[in-house]
Structure formats: C-alpha cells, structure tokens
C-alpha cells in the first residue's frame, strides 16, 4: 500500500553537498516514522537519520552536525541534506517507513540510490 522512491544520489567530492528524496506515495496516513539508511558492500545496513510524524528527528552520531533530515506533508516528501561529506559516507542510501496497521508494524523500503564521495 505504500511505495518510497528515491532520488538525488551521485558522485561529489569530499567537502562537498548533496540532497537525497524520498517520495511516499499510497496508505500514507499509516506511516509513523520516516527515516534514511545506508549500506556499503559488505557492511551491516545502518540508521542515518529519522523523523517521526511530531516532527522529532534522531541522528546517527557520524552524521550530527552534518545531515538533516527533513520532510514536505504537502509533497509527501522526506529529505536528507547531507553537507561536509566524507569518503566514509560512501554507501547506497535507503529510504525507509515504519507503518502501523492491523497486523502490527510493518516495514517499507525504496530501492535505494548510489552516493559516492570521491576526489
């Protein structure tokens, strides 16, 4: 009932800024907290940030000071503005939902989109 897809990966440069999206689109009333993962090859699948539905945000500590995680009710869109990137931050980046149905908690997640700090 509820699809996420991402956009705004690429390739930058150390220092440098990009913007990931998140576009939600179906039962999205159900949703309850939105948040952004990565994963580099090889590595465990780990929680870069989230926003729950009253607004409150939590953040990896790697990344504090650095992202912020945002959302658009209008749009049903979350951001994720990342600035002073870093080679370690290299990684697919995943948009994930938390939903509350009938049944109990349920997990949705995009496809993911590359991003690559490289010089």
């Known amino acids: 009932q509820v699809q996420l897809v991402e956009s705004g990966g690429g390739l930058v440069q150390p220092g440098g800024s990009l913007r990931l999206s998140c576009a939600a689109s179906?039962?999205?009333?159900?949703?309850?907290?939105m948040a952004w993962y990565r994963q580099a090859p090889g590595k465990w699948r780990e929680l870069v940030a989230s926003?729950?539905?009253?607004?409150?945000?939590d953040y990896a500590d790697f990344v504090k000071g650095r992202f912020t995680i945002s959302r658009d009710d209008a749009e049903n869109t979350v951001y994720l503005q990342m600035d002073r990137l870093e080679p370690e931050d290299t990684a697919t980046y995943y948009c994930?939902?938390?939903?509350?149905?009938?049944?109990?908690?349920?997990?949705?997640w995009g496809k993911g989109t590359l991003v690559t700090i490289s010089s």
């Open positions: 994930h939902a938390a939903r509350r149905t009938i049944i109990g908690h349920m997990d949705v």
């Open positions: 179906g039962s999205i009333s159900s949703i309850y907290v």
């Open positions: 926003i729950a539905n009253s607004g409150t945000t």
